[in-house]
């Protein structure tokens, strides 16, 4: 039972350039949570989702950055056109339907540079 | 707003000994607090969850209480190890999970 999956690790990108990151919820879990770490700083929330809804998206800038969760496929975190700024790491979490007392199950997240 | 205090500092201590790890907050009344431990270019690992009516919890060498009053959680390993050596999150609960920075744990032979 593969824990929860993220790709790239890491993804180099250009300023202006766009950014996908992708991730895969634990079997079972339906709940999908995006957070971002930057160095010396602690992990911030962006946006929380569950299949084909957007739960809670007060913690994602405005512009430039969308997330999604089909019915089908991984969720998918979209930046576009990348700003120095935009580089941090990126990770997931997903949990089951109200169950809280296992936590969410955190992936190993994407490292995203932008040069 | 919100907050959530934990020792930037980090705590070195000697193996065997108990290390203490403390987590403050204000302007919140959570139902439950939770740890995750964090590895240097990894994700966060569920540890423990504490909820508001309980004042303590145990697992293995791990205590956490938490003390509503006080608004403070303190995480307590008990004859640590090198390997308990990591950043270690508490986590409040909102409509989503809000992290404090962390506390860096060094324990040495």
């Known amino acids: 039972n593969a824990g929860v999956m993220q790709n790239p690790r890491h993804l180099v990108r250009r300023r202006g350039q766009e950014a996908r990151l992708r991730c895969s919820p634990m079997k079972g879990h339906s709940h999908v949570y995006w957070y971002r770490q930057l160095p010396e700083e602690g992990l911030k929330f962006m946006v929380y989702l569950q299949k084909e809804n957007i739960i809670d998206e007060s913690g994602m800038p405005k512009e430039r950055f969308s997330a999604e969760f089909p019915k089908e496929g991984p969720s998918i975190l979209r930046i576009q056109q990348v700003v120095r700024g935009d580089s941090a790491a990126y990770f997931c979490?997903?949990?089951?339907?109200?169950?809280?007392?296992?936590?969410?199950?955190f992936g190993s997240g994407t490292r995203l540079t932008v040069v | 707003s919100q907050k959530i205090e934990q020792n930037s500092e980090a705590l070195n201590i000697q193996e065997g000994k108990t290390a203490t790890l403390t987590c403050n907050y204000t302007?919140?009344?959570?139902?439950?607090l939770q740890w995750y431990r964090q590895d240097p270019g990894r994700g966060p690992v569920f540890l423990l969850l504490i909820r508001e009516n309980e004042k303590e919890k145990r697992k293995e060498r791990l205590k956490v209480t938490f003390d509503t009053t006080l608004k403070q959680s303190l995480f307590h390993i008990t004859a640590s190890q090198p390997a308990d050596s990591a950043t270690y999150l508490c986590?409040?609960?909102?409509?989503?999970?809000?992290f404090g920075k962390g506390t860096m744990l060094l324990v040495s032979p």
């Open positions: 986590a409040l609960e909102g409509s989503t999970l809000t």
């Open positions: 302007n919140y009344s959570p139902a439950y």
């Open positions: 979490a997903s949990s089951p339907v109200n169950q809280l007392d296992n936590g969410y199950t």
